[in-house]
């Protein structure tokens, strides 16, 4: 069997040029403006849920403490009225950031 070419011993005729090398860089991926809104508003709602119950239940402390029974019935049912309007948001937003399409 007779090998032709380099492999075979001879002279390397032309030699084919194929560019420069350079640095090779992280390629940087920005996700999409929907995804970024989508998680933001969850991340926002969810934030504000928290908040929410940390302020009433600290204020109602402190209205319990300050013996105004009174004020503390009428903070109890804001926060009744208050309750389902921003569980309905924080569960719309997580179960659609949870949810949406894999692109």
Same mark, same amino acid.
């Given at each position: %069997?007779? #090998?032709? /070419? ?5 002279? %390397? ?9 350079? @640095?090779?860089? @992280? ?8 995804? !970024? ?5 969850? =991340? ?6 928290? /908040? ?9 402390? #402190?209205? =319990?403490?300050? /013996? ?8 109890? !049912? ?16 997580? !179960? ?8």
């Amino acid at each position: %069997m007779e #090998v032709s /070419g380099h492999a075979g011993g001879e002279e %390397m005729g032309d030699v084919i040029e194929g560019g420069d090398v350079t @640095e090779l860089r @992280e390629l940087e991926v920005k996700p999409p403006h929907r995804e !970024t809104t989508a998680r933001l508003l969850a =991340v926002l709602l969810v934030s504000i849920f928290g /908040g929410t119950a940390l302020i009433h239940y600290v204020t109602l402390a #402190v209205f =319990v403490y300050a /013996g105004k029974a009174d004020a503390a019935d009428k903070l109890g !049912t804001f926060f009744n009225a208050w309750l389902p309007a921003i569980t309905a948001l924080v569960g719309s937003a997580t !179960t659609y950031y949870f949810t949406k399409e894999k692109r």
